[in-house]
Nanobody, 123 residues
Framework: QVQLVESGGGLVQAGGSLRLSCVASGRTFSSYAIGWFRHAPGNERECVAAITWSGGSTFYADSVKGRFTISRDNAKNTVYLQMNSLKAEDTAVYYC????????????????WGQGTQVAVSS
C-alpha cells in the first residue's frame, strides 16, 4: 500500500496563496503519479492537478490553470500544490491520491487516498 498525508490547508483571504504538501510512504515504487483532488459540498470530487513522479507529465483543470502549480520532490517523496490568486470557489477539502498509471482526470484510476486538508477562502 501507499500511504499519503496532506498538509498545508487553512483559511486565507481571496487573492492569497497556500501551498499544500502530500507526503507518500510505503510501497511508493508502485506509484506512477500523484493527483490533487478537491471536494466541495454539493459538488463532485474533481481533479485539479496531477503529476508523474518522473515530472514528465502534468495536468491542470481549466479552473486552476495559471493559478495553481504542481511540483514534486522525489528525494522527499513529496508532491506540492502551490495555489495562488485563490478565489472563494476554491474552498474545498483537498485530497492527494496515488495512481499506478497516467489517467490524470479519472478518479477511479487512483488507488490510494490521503485524508484531506481543508482550504477555506474568504471573499
Amino acid at each position: 500500500q501507499v500511504q499519503l498525508v496532506e498538509s498545508g490547508g487553512g483559511l486565507v483571504q481571496a487573492g492569497g496563496s497556500l501551498r499544500l504538501s502530500c507526503v507518500a510512504s510505503g510501497r511508493t515504487f508502485s506509484s506512477y503519479a500523484i493527483g490533487w483532488f478537491r471536494h466541495a459540498p454539493g459538488n463532485e470530487r474533481e481533479c485539479v492537478a496531477a503529476i508523474t513522479w518522473s515530472g514528465g507529465s502534468t495536468f491542470y483543470a481549466d479552473s486552476v490553470k495559471g493559478r495553481f502549480t504542481i511540483s514534486r520532490d522525489n528525494a522527499k517523496n513529496t508532491v506540492y500544490l502551490q495555489m495562488n490568486s485563490l478565489k472563494a470557489e476554491d474552498t474545498a477539502v483537498y485530497y492527494c491520491a496515488s495512481a499506478s498509471s497516467w489517467s490524470p482526470g479519472r478518479r477511479r484510476d487512483y488507488d490510494y487516498w490521503g485524508q484531506g486538508t481543508q482550504v477555506a477562502v474568504s471573499s
